[in-house]
């Protein structure tokens, strides 16, 4: 528990222009997991997968015993376009990365949904926030 409030605060030092948080976290535990197991089998189905990526898709989830999805959550501002606001997301993600790695022997992985084979179809949305980027922790 300490171990997973720490890294959620090392996002707060992300560099963030304007002060918009253009982020928001989904920490996925236990029966979680099995629950995002199976959005991103129903995404794999919706892309039409092969066999051995829909039973992949099902067990991603469950590679670690904690996932933390980050969103990237722009919004309409003159002084701070949308590529800043992403990029403030990413360095969110990538200094909770640092901060798992700096409390020692912790496997993570930084997986990028936008683009991959598990992007989530729209109606899937609504059951985790939207397109994410997540770590395994």
Request: charged share 20%.
């Amino acid at each position: 528990l300490e171990q997973l409030s720490i890294i959620k605060q090392a996002a707060l030092l992300a560099p963030d222009h304007g002060a918009l948080t253009p982020w928001q976290f989904i920490v996925v535990q236990n029966e979680g997991r099995d629950r995002l197991g199976e959005i991103f089998y129903r995404s794999a189905c919706h892309h039409q997968l092969d066999e051995r990526n829909l039973e992949r898709a099902k067990t991603l989830a469950l590679r670690a015993p904690v996932v933390i999805i980050c969103v990237a959550k722009c919004v309409d501002n003159a002084k701070v376009p949308r590529i800043e606001q992403v990029q403030s997301a990413g360095c969110a993600v990538f200094a909770m990365q640092q901060a798992a790695f700096a409390q020692g022997p912790a496997g993570y992985t930084w997986c990028a949904s936008e683009g991959e084979s598990f992007t989530l179809p729209a109606k899937s949305h609504v059951a985790y926030g939207a397109n994410g980027y997540y770590i395994y922790l």
